[in-house]
């Protein structure tokens, strides 16, 4: 069974670069939502205290987070990585080769990978 490709990372704020780093996913947002229209979501999550935070992508298929991570490392990447160390990157669906080589270049980063789509829905947004 086929599947939406989600994307959980998990980052430490570098000390001194929440501010940063909030700065750097407020023209994140802009870049993705005008120059993505496959990817059907986009968040952030913070720990209260700023020293964590997550984000969550949902696309429809590996070819969405290819476009996606070849924008992020041509726009966004170097304040990404100023102000964040990524440790953890979940996968669940079937990612790309090109997806798990360009993660595994980041150090000290650990990539698992759930593969198996066993069922579910996404339910439309009223407008």
């Known amino acids: 069974m086929s599947g939406p490709l989600i994307m959980i990372s998990h980052s430490k704020v570098k000390p001194g670069k ?57 726009q966004l990447s170097d304040v990404a990585f100023e102000a964040l160390d990524s440790y953890e990157m979940n996968l669940y669906g079937r990612p790309s080769e090109a997806t798990l080589e360009f993660l595994g270049r980041i150090p000290g980063l650990r990539v698992r990978v759930q593969p198996v789509h066993d069922g579910g829905f996404l339910r439309p947004q009223p407008m």
Do not use: C, N
């Open 18 to 74: 929440l501010e940063t780093y909030r700065a750097h996913w407020a023209t994140a947002i802009d870049v993705v939502e005008s120059a993505e229209p496959r990817m059907i979501a986009f968040h952030s999550y913070a720990a209260e205290d700023g020293t964590e935070v997550s984000t969550v992508q949902v696309h429809p298929g590996p070819e969405s987070l290819d476009a996606h991570l070849k924008i992020f490392a041509e």
